[in-house]
C-alpha cells in the first residue's frame, strides 16, 4: 500500500522467465509460512534475497535493494502505526472506545453496529491514509466486537474495506491523485466519480461481505490493542464525552485536510503556494506530524485528565511493545515487493499486455493488476500503470473529460485486487486481526479482490453509457 520508488535496472530475462521467478517466489514464501511455519519476517527477508539472485540483480545491489525497500516501508509505516497505536491505546484504556462505540451503537442499533463503523470509516478515510486510519480505529472495532460477539471479521472489515477504497478511489490520496495527473483527468471530476463508483464497491464488496465473512470465519478479537484497565476506569473514572472522542479522532483528519486544501489552492492559484504561512500549515497537516499533534492531544485530554503523566507513559509505553513484530513485518513485505520492482517483473509483463489490443478501459485494469499481483504495492500498480498507459490513452481519439476519469478510476481497481504476501498491508491487517497467513488470504485477499474488481465493473458500466 506505500509508495517505494526503486531504481529498475534492465531486466535479466525476458518476461516469462521473470513471471516463472516471481510465481516461484510467492509459491515458496507461502509453503516456508504455511507448511513449515517459518516466522514471517524471516521468510520474507530469506525469499527477497534468494529473488534478487535469481533475477540477476548486481551482486553490489542486492542488499541495498532489500534495505532500501525495507527502510522506505518502514519510513512510510513505522511512525504512522506508532503514533496511531498511542492514540488507540489511550482511547481504549480510557474508555474512549467503548464511549464511541456505545454512541454509534445507540444511533444505529446492534444490528447495524457493521455499518456504523463502516460509515465512520468512510469519513475517516477522506483524508487519512489505510494504515493510520485502520490503527486509529481498531480499538473501537475490537470494543464493539467484545460488547457483541461474534468473528472480529463482521467489524472489522467493513471499516477496513472502508479505508481500502477511499485510498484507491478518492483524491487527495496519492495513488488517485498521481495516476490522474499523469493521464491528464481532472481531479474534480475524479473526487465525483471516485465516491460514485466506492461507495457501492464498499457496500458490495466490503459491508456485504464483510458480513458474509464474518459468519464463515470465526476470529476471535485480539488482545493485540487491549488490556488497558477500562473496567477499573469506568469505576474509578468519569468517563471522556462523545465529543472528546469525536475531537480525538477527527483532528487528524482535519490536520490532514489543511495541508491537501491548500495544495489544491497554492496549485490553482488562489494562494501563493511559498508564503510562510501557507508552509507552516501545510507542515502540520503531513500526516506523522498530524498524528504526532493528535498523540500529544490525546496525551493531555485523555491521558493527564484523569492519571498520573507516569502512568500516561507507561500506557504509551506499552502500545508500543505489540506492534513492533506488525512494523517489522510490514517492512519485509515492503523490501519483497522493492525487490520484485528492481528487478523488472512488473515493467516487463505490463509492457507485454500493454499491446495486447484490449479496449483502453479493459488493458488499464489489466496492466495495474498485473503490476499490483507482481510487486504488491497499490500506490505504485497505480502510479506506475497510469504512466505505461498514457501513451497509449494520449493516442486515443474521442476520449472525453469522463473517459479518462473512468480510466483512472479502472487502474484504481487493478491496483486493489489481489492483496497477497508481497503486500504491506496483507501482513498489516494479518497481524493486527490476529489471522494466519491461510486465512488472511482466504478474507482480506478475497475482499479486496472484490473492491477492485467491482469498482472496475462499475467504471466500467458507466463508460458504456456516458
Not at 32 to 55: C, D, E, G, M, Y
Not at 170 to 184: R, Y
Not at 196 to 216: D, E, I, K, N
Request: hydrophobic share 60%; proline share 4%.
Amino acid at each position: 500500500m506505500f509508495l517505494v520508488e526503486d531504481a529498475v535496472t534492465e531486466p535479466a530475462y525476458g518476461s516469462g522467465v521473470l513471471l516463472a521467478i516471481a510465481a516461484a517466489a510467492v509459491a515458496l514464501l507461502l509453503v516456508l509460512i504455511i507448511r513449515f511455519k517459518v516466522h514471517a519476517f524471516v521468510a520474507l527477508v530469506l525469499v527477497s534475497f534468494l529473488t534478487a539472485l535469481a533475477t540477476r540483480i548486481a551482486p553490489a545491489d542486492v542488499v541495498t535493494t532489500m534495505t532500501d525497500g525495507f527502510g522506505q516501508t518502514l519510513a512510510s509505516v513505522a511512525l504512522l502505526v506508532g503514533l496511531g497505536a498511542m492514540i488507540g491505546r489511550l482511547l481504549e484504556v480510557t474508555g474512549g472506545a467503548q464511549v464511541l462505540a456505545d454512541t454509534l451503537i445507540a444511533r444505529f442499533g446492534e444490528d447495524r453496529a457493521p455499518f456504523a463503523l463502516g460509515i465512520a470509516s468512510l469519513l475517516f478515510g477522506f483524508p487519512i491514509f489505510f494504515d493510520a486510519g485502520l490503527v486509529v480505529m481498531l480499538p473501537i472495532i475490537f470494543s464493539v466486537a467484545r460488547r457483541f460477539g461474534g468473528s472480529v471479521l463482521r467489524y472489522a472489515f467493513p471499516a477496513a474495506g472502508a479505508f481500502a477504497v477511499m485510498h484507491a478511489f478518492v483524491p487527495p490520496h496519492p495513488g488517485p491523485v498521481a495516476s490522474a495527473e499523469l493521464v491528464g483527468a481532472d481531479i474534480g471530476l475524479l473526487l465525483v466519480f471516485g465516491l460514485l463508483v466506492g461507495l457501492p464497491t464498499w457496500y458490495v464488496a466490503s459491508y456485504l461481505y464483510g458480513l458474509w465473512a464474518g459468519s464463515r470465519y470465526m476470529v476471535d478479537v485480539p488482545d493485540l490493542l487491549s488490556g488497558g484497565d477500562v473496567a477499573g476506569a469506568k469505576g474509578e473514572t468519569r468517563l471522556p464525552s462523545f465529543a472528546l472522542v469525536l475531537t480525538v479522532l477527527l483532528l487528524p483528519m482535519v490536520l490532514i485536510f489543511v495541508d491537501t486544501g491548500l495544495n489544491t489552492l497554492a496549485t490553482s492559484g488562489v494562494v501563493d503556494g511559498d508564503a510562510t504561512w501557507v508552509n507552516a500549515l501545510r507542515i502540520i497537516g503531513k500526516t506523522p506530524i498530524a498524528l504526532l499533534i493528535t498523540t500529544l492531544f490525546a496525551m493531555v485530554a485523555l491521558g493527564w485528565r484523569n492519571r498520573s503523566r507516569a502512568m500516561t507513559e507507561s500506557i504509551l509505553n506499552d502500545a508500543l511493545g505489540p506492534v513492533c513484530a506488525i512494523i517489522l513485518i510490514t517492512g519485509a513485505g515492503g523490501m519483497f515487493g522493492g525487490v520484485l520492482r528492481a528487478s523488472g517483473i512488473g515493467q516487463a509483463l505490463a509492457g507485454t499486455l500493454e499491446s495486447t489490443g484490449l479496449p483502453v478501459i479493459v488493458a488499464a485494469f489489466v496492466v495495474a493488476a498485473t503490476l499490483r499481483i507482481a510487486q504488491g504495492s497499490a500506490t505504485v500498480a497505480l502510479t506506475t500503470a497510469a504512466g505505461l498507459m498514457a501513451p497509449t490513452i494520449e493516442a486515443t481519439s474521442g476520449l472525453s473529460s469522463i473517459d479518462l476519469v473512468l480510466i483512472v478510476l479502472a487502474i484504481a481497481g487493478g491496483a486493489t485486487v489481489l492483496s497477497h504476501v508481497n503486500d504491506s498491508g496483507f501482513w498489516l491487517v494479518g497481524r493486527f486481526l490476529g489471522m494466519d497467513e491461510k486465512t488472511t488470504l482466504k478474507t482480506w485477499t478475497v475482499m479486496e479482490t472484490l473492491i477492485g474488481v467491482v469498482g472496475f465493473l462499475i467504471a466500467f458500466a458507466l463508460s458504456l453509457v456516458l
